[in-house]
């Protein structure tokens, strides 16, 4: 009974990533999409953060977000895994319930 | 309740004013409630402003829906769930918020409270236990 989440605002104009980690239950996934993908990339003051919560929710942002903000692989926490538009339709199809977290 | 009734929860995260996100959630809340299915609205993050007492909007222009809350009882909406944590952020308590009753038909009409405070973690449950979730 697993929930994908959607991020799509800059976790550093808003509170919405934080609220949404504060809310997700272990085995849900987080997806970054839009402006959220900010809050994947490495080096931030919210990495500790965002590395801790990897080892119970599945962390993923989207690849074309990624490059069109010109965050390469490279710079991305690790733990964070990509998906593309296709694989945002298959996560979800496979989880029980969406939350976007606007 | 039938099989083919939903749980439908509205998430609210906004302050009431500054964007269209409050008064849209509460239109479309009244408008689901039409269609019978077990709907509870959560309130976390700014969205506690939602339900503060003594709102007055005459000097800015725009309607002032809080009173409407007030009315959710008469569509069967009876769950109000309010995160705790983002009360005390605030700097809100239960006493800051207007009190919303409902009337249970099925205890003599008796006046019941529609606000339920929960913590962060009891929310998380919430959210976790519904079929649809909509987000304002």
């Known amino acids: 009974m697993a929930t994908l989440h959607t991020v799509n605002k800059s976790p550093f104009a808003n509170q919405s990533l934080l609220s949404c980690l504060a809310h ?20 931030t003051g919210l990495a500790d953060a965002m590395v801790a919560m990897a080892s119970r929710v599945a962390l993923v942002a989207l690849q074309p977000d990624l490059n069109a903000r010109g965050i390469a692989a490279a710079r991305l926490l690790d733990g964070i895994k990509t998906t593309d538009y296709a694989g945002f339709v298959e996560l979800a199809a496979s989880h029980d319930r969406t939350q976007a977290w606007l | 309740m039938e099989d083919d009734v939903k749980k439908f929860l509205y998430v609210n995260r906004k302050a009431p004013y500054g964007t269209i996100y409050a008064l849209e959630s509460l239109e479309v809340v009244l408008i689901g409630a039409a ?35 007030r009315a959710l009882g008469d569509y069967e ?60």
């Open chain 1, 24 to 43: 997700a239950k272990d085995g849900d996934t987080v997806l970054m999409i839009e402006d959220g993908v900010y809050g994947a990339a490495s080096g």
């Open chain 2, 35 to 69: 269609f019978d299915q077990d709907v509870s609205l959560a309130f976390l993050d700014d969205g506690v402003f939602q339900l503060t007492k003594s709102q007055d909007t005459k000097e800015i222009g725009v309607k002032n829906f809080s009173p409407t809350f």
């Open chain 2, 77 to 136: 909406v009876t769950k109000l769930y309010v995160e705790k944590e983002s009360l005390d952020e605030r700097g809100l308590t239960l006493d800051d918020l207007q009190e919303i009753m409902w009337e249970d038909e099925d205890d003599d009409y008796e006046e019941k409270p529609s606000i339920r405070i929960v913590s962060r973690a009891e929310m998380a449950d919430v959210m976790a236990d519904q079929d649809v979730i909509l987000s304002f």
